[in-house]
């Protein structure tokens, strides 16, 4: 797999580069314990002649920070900053679950870069603070408690089935394939991390992004997934939002030949 190398970031990515490129290039990021993999099913939805770059998130793949300093969201944005200097020019960015959520971040920080925002079910759980969601804050509250108590005490398969379950549906675990399994294992004590992140009560990203934003969602996604959507809408009463007919939180994993050509027609009005 290539692979950035600065003083600061190791990038794990995936790279489709045509020579000439035809069109903008488009930038994915995927959710947690997931990796540039997920992607590889959309790519043949998101035009000919355009360039893909699908980065490893830090912790993923051979992606790391190597500059000592603390986790952060301006880390990870970072990283993401890293890689996109592969391209030149402004690109479309597309960001699933957590990497959703440093999208959101990486187009906050450096708007001119991004040409597009396409944005799946960013995890963006500051948006159910308040109001009628607070009892759906709560339910993810106690299933992150519950994730880093178990990775502290080394229970790191109730926590990977915990996860898997729900943003899956129940059986997902039981359903995946022992390689799949090992995988998801590694990636646990980054999630805990991740949820750290998502659930501190630091500032996020602002939430009404001004530029082309498209919002999808599965249609059978979980409740708490949906008010996020919902709050996003609310936030970009001009953002088109788009629903998956038959998937839930994992779209781009579950439903790749229903959800990609949606994006494409979206980078393709936005080009």
């Keep these: 797999m290539p692979t950035l190398e600065t003083d600061s970031f190791a990038v794990s990515h995936d790279a489709i ?4 490129a035809a069109v903008p290039p488009v930038l994915l990021l995927h959710s947690s314990a997931a990796g540039r993999w997920q992607w590889r099913g959309l790519h043949g939805h998101l035009g000919r002649g355009r360039p893909i770059i699908a980065p490893d998130l830090i912790g993923y793949g051979r992606s790391e920070d190597r500059s000592g300093r603390a986790f952060s969201m301006e880390r990870e944005v970072a990283a993401v900053s890293a890689i996109a ?3 030149d020019g402004p690109f479309h960015l597309v960001g699933h679950s957590y990497g959703g959520c440093v999208a959101m971040g990486f187009a906050a920080s450096q708007p001119e870069r991004v040409r597009s925002l396409t944005l799946i079910e960013p995890v963006r759980f500051d948006l159910l603070r308040g109001g009628q969601d607070l009892a759906l804050l709560t339910a993810i509250e106690a299933l992150a408690s519950d994730h880093v108590l178990a990775i502290s005490e080394g229970r790191t398969r109730d926590a990977a089935a915990a996860f898997a379950d729900y943003w899956g549906g129940v059986g997902t675990w039981d359903a995946l394939p022992e390689p799949a399994r090992a995988s998801f294992l590694a990636a646990m004590p980054k999630v805990a991390l991740e949820w750290g992140l998502l659930l501190d009560g630091a500032p996020q990203a602002p939430a009404d992004r001004s530029g082309p934003t498209l919002l999808i969602e599965g249609a059978g996604t979980t409740p708490a997934a949906r008010a996020i959507m919902t709050a996003l809408a609310r936030a970009m009463p001009g953002a088109p939002r788009a629903r998956i007919k038959g ?5 781009p994993i579950t439903h790749p030949s229903s ?3 949606v994006i494409a027609r979206f980078l393709e009005d936005n080009d």
């Design 247 to 251: 998937a839930g939180h994992l779209s």
């Design 85 to 87: 200097g592969r391209v």
């Design 17 to 20: 580069l045509p020579a000439p």
């Design 259 to 261: 959800i990609g050509p």
